[in-house]
Each structure stands twice: as C-alpha cells, then as structure tokens.
C-alpha cells in the first residue's frame, strides 16, 4: 500500500515563492504518475499539476501553468511543486496524489496524501 506525505506548506506572501514536496512510501514495483490537487472550504478538488511515472511528461492546469512547476525525482519516489508569484487565491490545502494513468479528476489517482496547508497573504 502507497503512502504518501506532502510537505512544504505554509505562510507566504503575495509574489512570494513555496515548494511542495511528496514523498512516497512503500512503494509498488512500478513507478506511478503523480499529481497535485488543491481544495478550499466548500468546494471540490482542483487539479493543479501532473506528471507521468518518469518525469518526462507533465500537465498544468491554465490558471497555474505559468507559475507552477512540477518535478520528480524517481529515485527518490518524491514529487515536488514550485511555486512562484503566489497569489491569495493559490490559498488552499495541496494534496499529492499517485495511481495509475496521469490525468486531471481526482478519481484518476487511487493513492492520496493528507494535504498541506498553503496561505498567501495579500
């Protein structure tokens, strides 16, 4: 069973920069693609960034494409999401995300983190 664990968040200005990271554990033979999602109170799930099992391939969603990068390093079984020029609405909690095909629905991952807070403070 995959588990996995975000780290990174916190307090950050406007215009201001965080990295996330994701490390996974308990790992299964093959490398997953992995992803991040955001939510804030109220609403559903937002796709934010994904990546395929190795790092060669990647997908953003419009409002973060030009600010966001997400990495991997495969040996290490971690993601990461670089995140520049915050603004207040990237306010969330960011979720990590692992499974099988590399897509933007929630329900295209099976393996979930428990979420890192992220406040940008206008």
């Known amino acids: 069973q995959m588990q996995l664990v975000e780290s990174g968040g916190g307090v950050v200005q406007a215009g201001g920069s965080l990295r996330l990271s994701c490390a996974a554990t308990?790992?299964?033979?093959?490398?997953?693609?992995m992803a991040w999602f955001r939510q804030t109170p109220g609403k559903e799930r937002e796709f934010v960034a994904a990546?395929?099992?190795?790092?060669?391939?990647?997908n953003y969603a419009n409002s973060t494409k030009d600010r966001f990068t997400i990495s991997k390093d495969v040996s290490k079984r971690t993601a990461y999401l670089q995140m520049h020029t915050l603004k207040p609405e990237d306010t969330a909690v960011y979720f990590c995300?692992?499974?099988?095909?590399?897509?933007?629905?929630?329900?295209?991952?099976?393996?979930w983190g428990q979420g890192t807070q992220v406040t940008v403070s206008s």
């Open positions: 308990q790992v299964a033979v093959n490398p997953h693609n």
């Open positions: 990546i395929n099992w190795n790092g060669l391939l990647t």
């Open positions: 995300a692992a499974g099988g095909r590399i897509g933007v629905s929630p329900s295209d991952y099976a393996y």
